[in-house]
């Protein structure tokens, strides 16, 4: 048995049973039985299994969990807590702008991508708080939709955009 | 499983169901005591009213992602006068819901929405005789407003339908007899409601299929060759070497025949084993190739059919001014749903539970009856949304695999597919050979038009049913979907003379075929909308008005109308613009369908002459689907069907060699992105009056003659073969 790891998760600890060569996804899937990164190829090409680690868009479906050894994992369900902490605010909301925003333009259609959608967004705002529809575009572009949701998901970045300005005024 | 195992197997699960109360999945667990389906000809069957004054609506059609399972709250809403935060429905499971048939064919609201109308309509009768007796007031006096039954002049005087039969059965007949509410009384229908399931797909609490797992299962995959070979000859074990994987603690093989699969306790100890494990196929060529495929399609020996004939063709083209004839090509393509497909069995001895992503309960269980030989009824089946799915992608197979798994390892084993095996083993959207003539007399009136195609049917079995029982490989008898469809193939214009030949050329021979959204018609489209559009073109005429001079139903002058006025369509003849610049850019108009609604479509394109790379920058789509019961839900499904449209028409492509499929993932089946995104416009023409129509496939053949006729629009070449990749664009500008 190899050395016990220890990664956090949403800003919780959480001791990895499973093998260091194991990527990141069956663990969050499995071991933690989050919902949110999920498996779309296994091959990086996709988007569906994105998290942030350290604040940084990473596909988890090719990431030993070995790699994230004492870094910070965020998924889909700790993006209103890790939203609150970037802006400093008192209480974390219930849904990240990105995630009301999708439900505000109903952009969704199938939403198995959205887990990816939202993720990359959100790491996109956090870093570039007022995109242009190009840098949208660019940004979002290693992220497949097959339902072909494209044009709704980019006018909810921009409306989640606003709504984030708005927040910090 | 006993019955009794069946409950507690539910209750193990039951932290999984959400979405719906305790209570909802308490009172589906009580219907589940009897295997299903329920009697269609009890109102219990379809709904229940619970003593807080909701209630649940039972529905047998599947969610998509198309917003079925709201539309339809929303059709029982009016006719229970209930709001829709009364309303809830719950998965579907064929011990728990109503058989009402497959959700395909856009049938969810064409099929079901007058199913669930009249049984809400009978429910309310039901209960406002009730609330007759306990107020004591005739029923010509009630009226009901969120589930509270008042006196007219005397509101005091009221019951809730909570009260009348607060979740105790109404044992009431469904007669069908109940008056349904005129269109004019509608609250809800043709309002946009927002879709029930959005806010738990966003925050992650949603439970797709590929979320679902229950204690004691086993993870397993399935092992197969990389690509499928010809649909005949399906896969052949010469030899597996099982030490391959003896580093893996805990994995197993399981085999059926030439099924094979791996099952390990540790999910990632499956996809290693799957991965690993040494399987000698038989490799030999089976397959024409998909360089050579339209030439092998044309010359196979075909069961030819007369779809139409209408009076003299012959005659007509002879004496005609203008005439057109173009032979068009169309790839396979894949389903592609963007997660794998995945299922859940626990198998016994003596009954079956599968959790999958079937979009017909009822059919799969009877399938995987056989397959386990169980008996029907010993066989549960429970709907999981899956990710969206566009048609028969790989869902049967994968719950047919999970199920033969689940027997042969004594356990339950949730199985999901990899990237490989979902493109690899699809049944993919049949490919089509398209020869088209259309001739026109001086004025731009269309006189003869001739369509012949060569396809083949869908296969009708799963892999692995084939695989592991040598079930023979059978097709589909051929369908209205499988053939030369006359709605599609120029049946919107009004045109005397008409030949319609279908050329069905054996299955066996190529891929497994099955279909994908509005099967056919984008070939079907991609073709004839050019061909009428070139009958213009020579004519001197602008496309649109050339369309309407020569279309006299007023459903489709309806929606070329309100496609036209959408994209502020201004008139001039096509090509009339040539430009020697890098970047050119076209519009193009075109119509289609599938069986039943109206679409039209425009599209704004670019191609760059340099690169070949062509890029769609708007596009607009109208559909006519009768009656709309929720126009944001169509508007939804009009931008969806666009770019898939637009990625069909620009990416998508199975390739593959003589001995298999070689695009097994988004590298070598690419897709359209976010950067080549055109913006899109629907516009929902609403018939409040008319009864509902499918609404989920048919913009897209109009999208694809929109297409091809902007590419003409744009550099004044035809392009005869679909996708438009940049080798295929600069070989067509340079001829």
């Known amino acids: 048995m190899a050395k016990e790891l220890s990664i956090r998760v949403n800003e919780r600890p959480f001791k990895v049973a499973s093998a260091p060569d194991t990527p990141l996804l069956y663990v969050l899937a499995n071991e933690l039985q989050l919902q949110g990164p999920r498996f779309g190829c296994g091959l990086a090409q996709c988007g569906s299994c994105s998290v942030l680690v350290n604040g940084v868009e990473t596909r988890s479906c090719v990431t030993p969990v070995s790699a994230v050894d004492g870094k910070s994992v965020t998924t889909l369900e700790g993006l209103p807590a890790w939203y609150a902490a970037q802006k400093k605010l008192a209480q974390s909301p219930v849904l990240h702008p990105v995630q009301q925003a999708m439900i505000d333009e109903q952009a969704v259609q199938c939403g198995y991508c959205f887990n990816g959608m939202i993720v990359k967004a959100s790491e996109l705002l956090s870093k570039v708080p007022q995109p242009t529809e190009a840098q949208i575009r660019t940004a979002m572009n290693g992220h497949l939709c097959r339902c072909g949701s494209y044009p709704r998901i980019l006018k909810a970045v921009q409306r989640a955009a606003q709504t984030m300005a708005e927040v910090a005024r | ?735």
């Open chain 2, 1 to 735: 499983m006993s019955d009794l195992a069946r409950r507690d197997f539910l209750r193990a699960g039951g932290a999984l169901v959400v979405g719906f109360s305790l209570r909802n999945a308490m009172a589906a667990e009580e219907r589940a005591l009897k295997p299903g389906p329920p009697d269609p000809k009890q109102i219990d069957t379809w709904l229940a009213i619970h003593a807080d004054n909701t209630a649940t609506v039972y529905i047998g059609f599947a969610e998509l992602g198309q917003g079925a399972s709201t539309a339809l709250l929303q059709i029982a809403a009016d006719e229970l006068d209930l709001e829709m935060k009364q309303l809830k429905t719950v998965r579907l499971d064929t011990s728990v819901t109503p058989n009402q048939g497959g959700t395909y064919s856009s049938a969810s609201i064409n099929r079901g929405g007058p199913q669930v109308r009249t049984a809400a309509a009978e429910a309310r009768q039901a209960l406002l005789q009730m609330a007759s007796k306990k107020l004591d007031a005739p029923m010509d006096r009630l009226s009901v407003s969120r589930g509270v039954v008042s006196v007219a002049g005397t509101p005091n005087r009221s019951v809730t339908y909570g009260e009348l039969v607060g979740d105790k059965p109404f044992h009431v007949a469904f007669t069908g007899s109940a008056p349904v509410k005129p269109p004019s009384e509608y609250k809800v229908v043709g309002t946009r409601v927002p879709r029930n399931e959005v806010p738990d797909k966003v925050s992650g609490k949603y439970v797709y299929m590929q979320h679902v797992r229950v204690p004691g299962m086993l993870h397993g995959r399935v092992v197969r060759p990389r690509g499928q070979r010809a649909f005949g000859a399906g896969a052949k074990v010469m030899a597996i070497d099982e030490s391959s994987i003896r580093g893996i603690p805990g994995a197993r093989v399981l085999r059926r025949g030439d099924f094979v699969g791996v099952v390990a306790e540790n999910e990632w100890d499956a996809v290693k084993a799957a991965r690993q494990l040494k399987v000698t196929w038989d490799t030999a060529p089976t397959l024409p190739g998909s360089a050579g495929l339209h030439d092998h399609m044309r010359a196979a020996k075909s069961t030819d059919r007369m779809v139409v004939e209408k009076r003299d063709v012959s005659g007509a083209f002879s004496g005609a001014v203008h005439v057109v004839s173009q032979s068009y090509r169309a790839p396979y393509q894949a389903h592609a749903p963007f997660g794998p497909n995945c299922a859940l069995a626990d198998v016994t001895s003596d009954s079956a539970l599968v959790m999958c992503s079937t979009q017909d309960v009822y059919g799969s269980r009877n399938t995987l009856s056989r397959i386990l030989g169980l008996p029907v009824e010993k066989v549960r089946v429970q709907y999981y949304e899956g990710s969206g799915t566009y048609g028969h992608s790989c869902y049967d197979d994968v719950a047919q695999a999970a199920a033969l798994l689940s027997q042969l390892a004594g356990k339950p084993v949730r199985l999901q597919f990899m990237r490989w095996d979902e493109h690899g083993w699809d049944n993919y959207g049949p490919a089509h050979v398209g020869e088209v003539r259309a001739a026109a007399d001086a004025a731009g009136k269309i006189v003869a038009y001739e369509y012949q195609g060569w396809q083949h049917n869908w296969s009708g079995i799963e892999t692995s049913a084939q695989l592991a029982l040598g079930t023979p490989p059978t097709e589909w008898p051929g369908g209205a979907a499988q053939q030369v469809n006359p709605r599609a193939c120029g049946g919107m214009y009004a045109i005397p003379n008409m030949r319609l030949v279908n050329h069905q050329i054996p299955g066996k021979d190529y891929l497994k075929g099955g279909w994908l959204r509005s099967p056919l018609d984008l070939s079907f489209c991609f073709a004839s909308e050019q061909a009428i559009d070139h009958l213009a073109y020579l004519a001197g005429m602008d496309p649109y008005a050339f369309r309407k001079q020569n279309m006299t139903d007023a459903h489709w002058i309806g929606v070329l109308d309100a496609v036209a006025q959408a994209a502020q369509w201004t008139p001039r003849k096509a090509a009339a613009d040539l430009s020697g610049a890098k970047v050119v850019r076209g519009r193009g108009i075109g119509l289609g369908t599938h069986l039943t609604s109206y679409g039209a479509a425009v599209a704004e394109i670019e191609v760059n002459r340099e690169t070949g790379r062509v890029v769609a920058k708007h596009m607009y789509g109208a559909i006519d689907a009768g009656m709309v019961v929720n126009p944001g839900f169509v508007e939804n499904q009009i931008g969806g069907q666009l770019v898939q449209t637009a990625s069909r028409m620009f990416k998508e492509e199975v390739t593959f060699s003589t001995t298999g499929v070689t695009s097994l993932d988004w590298n070598s089946y690419p897709i359209l992105r976010f950067e080549e995104c055109p913006e899109v416009t629907g516009v929902v023409v609403q018939r409040l009056d008319e009864r509902s129509t499918g609404a989920g496939e048919e913009v897209m053949a109009a999208a694809a003659g929109a297409i091809a006729n902007a590419f003409f629009d744009a550099t004044g070449k035809r392009m005869t073969e679909y996708p438009l990749t940049p080798q295929r664009v600069l070989a067509a500008l340079r001829g």
